[in-house]
């Protein structure tokens, strides 16, 4: 099946620096890969879609300048976190699309990564 | 648009009891739905989806749902439980093409001895 890694699994931080966290589909291509935010107890939030060789499509709300995301191949988007404040800390999970037929339809399936627990201190 | 709706935010069980989560959507195209399994710190699992076909579908460990159009539901089933499904089960629904995946707001599963 297809598997998507995330690393660092978790990470603490100081406030005031910026987090880099790597998505990657380990055995299919993704031109299009998600970064969600889950809060404890709550659903996942979706913050941007990824797109490969393109920008990012952010959710209303989410702001771009603090949430880099870079899409730069076929199998590794990176969520950067800067200038992170502990209200940022959180857990970041993402996914990758993968396609699949559903009869004549295709349908997109979305393949998610392990997370990663950001702490800011 | 489309949304999903779990109204449980937590379901209590016994060991072996049987146990449903539901889940109901709404969505002005037809759907793929899908359950998800989140355990405590780490990501989701596919557990089942429904794409066409038998409205029916099951996953390797005992978990069944049915896809009921005409009442927009997709529940979750286990005739017995074990100590280890407790975890955050989320429902969520897909368009065809590039629609996004929408989630449910998850259902805690909690099963104790």
């Known amino acids: 099946g297809a598997v998507v890694s995330q690393h660092p699994s978790r990470v603490i931080c100081k406030s005031g620096t910026s987090v880099k966290i790597e998505c990657r589909s380990l055995?299919?291509?993704?031109?299009?890969m998600f970064w969600y935010r889950q809060f404890p107890k709550k659903s996942l939030m979706l913050m941007a879609t990824s797109n490969e060789g393109s920008k990012a499509t952010y959710e209303q709300g989410v702001e771009k300048d603090k949430f880099l995301i870079n899409h730069a191949s076929l199998t590794l988007s990176t969520l950067t976190v800067t200038s992170a404040h502990p209200e940022d800390s959180s857990f970041y999970i993402c996914?990758?699309?993968?396609?699949?037929?559903?009869?004549?339809?295709?349908?997109?399936?979305?393949?998610f990564g392990p997370g990663t627990r950001l702490t800011v201190l | 648009a489309q949304s999903v709706t779990q109204l449980d935010s937590q379901v209590p069980v016994f060991e072996e009891a049987p146990v449903e989560l539901r889940c109901n959507y709404s969505?002005?195209?037809?759907?793929?739905l899908f359950w998800y399994v989140q355990y405590p710190n780490q990501g989701l699992q596919l557990l089942l989806k429904?794409?066409?076909?038998?409205?029916l579908v099951e996953s390797i460990n005992g978990f069944e749902a049915e896809f009921n159009k005409s009442q927009t539901s997709f529940h979750l089933r286990k005739p017995s439980v074990h100590i280890s499904d407790t975890a955050e089960y989320f429902c969520a629904v897909s368009g065809s093409g590039y629609s996004t995946l929408t989630f449910g707001k998850g259902t805690m599963l909690l099963v104790s001895p």
């Open positions: 429904y794409l066409s076909g038998s409205t």
């Open positions: 055995d299919f291509q993704a031109t299009t």
């Open positions: 969505s002005s195209v037809s759907v793929y």
């Open positions: 996914s990758a699309r993968d396609w699949g037929l559903a009869g004549r339809d295709t349908y997109n399936e979305q393949f």
